[in-house]
């Protein structure tokens, strides 16, 4: 991916509560896992992304490449930006929206690893050129905010978006 190449950004805000074991777990087994560790880990599960690099190790259908990620995981009971995720979302993709909500899915799933999520709030920043339907997209993106907003997403993280 080059500088011009367009970017599409979800964030998730709320307050994360770590599960008590986390700390303890990551000492005993020397584990330094970061949400974007997590984030690679869960799109190339689903088959939405990869980071392996070669011709022969590229998926069909990749949704995106990955850029970064990160998050404030903070235990002060604050609600911060507790996710971000940014990526290159594939421009070859006929047909598709743009994979705000995999996006979505994948960081709900990685904070679901590590704690228990109060959610408050869902921003995309999305490269509209690149979408089949913008209005279809960002629609989609504020119904899955409000949806988000109104259930407890700890609940979120085991089953798949409506």
Same mark, same amino acid.
């Given at each position: ?21 986390? !700390? $303890?777990?990551?000492?005993?087994? /020397?584990?330094?896992? #970061? ?6 880990? %869960?799109?190339? =599960? ?14 069909? !259908? $990749?949704?995106?490449?990955?850029? /970064?990620?990160?998050? #404030? ?6 609600? %911060?930006?507790? =996710? ?33 999520? %109060? ?44």
């Amino acid at each position: 991916m080059t500088e011009e190449s367009p970017v599409l950004t979800t964030e998730i805000y709320g307050v994360l509560t770590q599960h008590p074991w986390i !700390g $303890q777990v990551s000492a005993d087994h /020397d584990l330094d896992e #970061d949400l974007f560790s997590l984030a690679v880990k %869960r799109a190339g =599960a689903y088959g939405w992304s990869t980071t392996l690099l070669g011709a022969h190790n590229t998926l069909g !259908g $990749q949704r995106w490449e990955h850029a /970064d990620a990160g998050g #404030d995981w903070s235990q002060d009971g604050q609600e %911060r930006q507790v =996710a971000w995720l940014t990526v290159y979302p594939a421009a070859d993709l006929r047909g598709q929206h743009l994979p705000v909500m995999p996006m979505v899915r994948t960081l709900t799933d990685a904070l679901h690893r590590v704690g228990r999520l %109060r959610f408050t709030e869902l921003r995309v920043h999305a490269p509209v050129a690149l979408a089949r339907d913008a209005g279809f997209d960002l629609r989609a993106a504020t119904a899955t905010s409000r949806r988000y907003r109104s259930r407890d997403s700890s609940r979120l993280a085991t089953r798949p978006p409506p």
